[in-house]
């Protein structure tokens, strides 16, 4: 079982807009900062937000994170089939002092 | 900046194995290291991280006793040993390297991976 809860699945059609959800508790998300990578198959995981909503350079603006409480959500606009990978957030959990993941979410581009 | 992971390896239940990043393009004092898993068709898994100029390191509870991550300033280099293998350290491992005031995030940049498969 993961820290942090993901949807295991999302899914529309090209353009459209996705929004994938991470809740945790305040031991982690609420207290300290998120990130997420994006992760192909056979490829290592790549940044796409950290410090809950800033991009790295590189990363389109179709991207963006934020955050409430204990949740956190990644957004994906103008869905593209390149899009279509497994989608994980992480952050610090200072009660386990130990760095957590969520068990990933794919992105389906119907 | 770039992150160059050592190869794939085999080892046999309750051997040890050690794998390393290279880094270049951050000075040694500027970056951390994670190192996370993953078991085939399983999400990322967090192990540990170490800052390299204080030779400091935070194990995963799971792993504590068996872990171990050190550091090479002569070659920019940041090794993971893991003992005591059992067939659930089957698993593709990574390192991600971050700036060291960023510790919090896990990997700006990663090593492309390394396959450990443990089996008799």
Excluded at chain 1, 6 to 29: H, M
Excluded at chain 2, 78 to 105: N, W
Aim: proline share 5%.
């Amino acid at each position: 079982q993961s820290v942090l809860t993901q949807p295991p699945s999302v899914s529309a059609a090209p353009g459209q807009k996705v929004t994938i959800s991470c809740s945790g508790s305040d031991s982690n998300i609420e207290n300290n900062v998120v990130s997420w990578y994006q992760q192909f198959p056979g490829a290592a995981p790549k940044l796409l937000i950290h410090d809950n909503n800033e991009r790295p350079s590189g990363i389109p603006a179709r991207f963006s994170g934020s955050k409430s409480g204990t949740s956190a959500t990644l957004a994906i606009t103008g869905l593209q089939t390149g899009d279509e990978a497994t989608y994980y957030c992480g952050s610090w959990d200072s009660s386990l002092n130990a760095g957590v993941f969520g068990g990933g979410t794919k992105v389906t581009v119907l | 900046v770039q992150v160059l992971q050592s190869g794939a390896e085999v080892r046999r239940p309750g051997t040890t194995v050690k794998m390393s990043c290279k880094v270049s393009g951050y000075r040694f004092k500027d970056f951390y290291m994670h190192w996370m898993r993953q078991a085939p068709g399983k999400g990322l898994e967090w192990m540990g991280i170490i800052d390299p100029e204080r030779d400091e390191t935070t194990y995963a509870g799971q792993f504590r006793g068996r872990i171990t991550i050190t550091a090479d300033s002569s070659t920019n280099s940041i090794f993971m040993g893991l003992d005591s293998l059992t067939s659930d350290d089957t698993a593709v491992y990574y390192c991600g390297v971050v700036p060291s005031a960023s510790s919090e995030r896990f990997g700006d940049h990663w090593g492309q991976g390394a396959l450990v498969t443990v089996s008799s």
